[in-house]
Nanobody, 123 residues
Framework: QVQLVESGGGLVQAGDSLRLTCAGS????????MGWFRQAPGKEREFVAD????????DYNDSVKGRFTISRDNAKNMVYLQMNSLKPEDTAVYYC????????????????WGQGTQVTVSS
């Protein structure tokens, strides 16, 4: 398994940008599909985006498409989520996850999770 640590969350205003970072450990990092999920209070954990091991394919939740960009740097064992034009409904704890299947948007396909980072967007 891979160990994951997220950072970059914070309190911002609507329309602002944030960049989340996920640092992974382990020699196998580059073989994992990497994803971002989020969970707002009282709601289920929700798929945000994922990226295939090579970085050549990405998938996004429709609610963030055009505003968020997922990327990875396998040489540094890092995954990023650039979030632009943030909205109050983006407020949630954001989790980085490592899995083996791309494009299924399924929580169950990701076996390793970080501890989460809080993103709060005020109106």
């Amino acid at each position: 398994q891979v160990q994951l640590v997220e950072s970059g969350g914070g309190l911002v205003q609507a329309g602002d940008s944030l960049r989340l970072t996920c640092a992974g450990s382990g020699r196998m990092f580059s073989r994992y599909v990497m994803g971002w999920f989020r969970q707002a209070p009282g709601k289920e954990r929700e798929f945000v985006a994922d990226i295939i091991d090579s970085g050549g394919l990405t998938d996004y939740n429709d609610s963030v498409k055009g505003r968020f960009t997922i990327s990875r740097d396998n040489a540094k064992n890092m995954v990023y989520l650039q979030m632009n034009s943030l909205k109050p409904e983006d407020t949630a704890v954001y989790y980085c996850a490592a899995g083996t299947r791309w494009g299924r948007r399924s929580y169950g396909d990701f076996g390793s999770w970080g501890q989460g980072t809080q993103v709060t967007v005020s109106s």
